[in-house]
T-cell receptor
């Protein structure tokens, strides 16, 4: 079974631009979560999607948004990029939502904002 | 805010030695999970332990959970250079939104 894939793997953007990251979950997994990882703040939960609906949201500004498609693939968007948005963005999929299920992580998208 | 806090922040040992990492958390949990991350890559799930369990094993890994002390430990026995990675605990709070909250991790270095 193919693992979680994320595209692109690396991205360089300038302040004020917007960016869209993509995540394809493991086949059969219906829940997708997104995390931001930085050296200072560690791993922080962004949001969780299930059945094309946002089920949970972390404490991030409205510039961060996401969506899930009917095939469970997910995208996240960050608008009006700031320098502080530079981070590794990780996507994780699980069979179903909720913390009872282990999450399978993708390799991440390394975003650099200049 | 971080729910789980790992201790120590960094640990350096020789191959063959055991490595113990601890995780403390603040509120009652549904379960606690441990993940490993190799440098700059995605996380790999290691073990999930439920709040009504006290100990779980998986190969060279042993996890304990003490809900009265709100703490967990991860023991890696007979460590190998390939175990070099960062290890994170993640908790899900009872009565909460079920989202996983990760600690800042323990960076383990196993020297050959």
């Amino acid at each position: 079974k193919a693992g979680v894939t994320q595209t692109p793997r690396y991205l360089i953007k300038t302040r004020g631009q917007q960016v869209t990251l993509s995540c394809s979950p493991i086949s059969g997994h219906r829940s997708v979560s997104w995390y931001q990882q930085t050296p200072g703040q560690g791993l922080q939960f962004l949001f969780e999607y299930f059945s094309e609906t946002q089920r949970n949201k972390g404490n991030f500004p409205g510039r961060f948004s996401g969506r899930q498609f009917s095939n469970s693939r997910s995208e996240m968007n960050v608008s009006t990029l700031e320098l502080g948005d530079s981070a590794l963005y990780l996507c994780a999929s699980s069979l179903d939502p909720g913390s009872a299920y282990e999450q399978y992580f993708g390799p991440g998208t390394r975003l650099t904002v200049t | 805010s971080q729910q789980g806090e790992e201790d120590p922040q960094a640990l350096s040992i020789q191959e063959g030695e055991n490595a113990t990492m601890n995780c403390s958390y603040k509120t009652s949990i549904n379960n606690l999970q441990w993940y490993r991350q190799n440098s700059g890559r995605g996380l790999v799930h290691l073990i999930l332990i439920r709040s009504n369990e006290r100990e779980k094993h998986s190969g060279r890994l042993r996890v304990t959970l003490d809900t009265s002390k709100k703490s967990s430990s991860l023991l890696i026995t007979a460590s190998r250079a390939a175990d070099t990675a960062s290890y994170f605990c993640a908790t899900s709070s009872q009565g909460g939104s079920e989202k996983l909250v990760f600690g800042k991790g323990t960076k383990l270095t196993v020297n050959p």
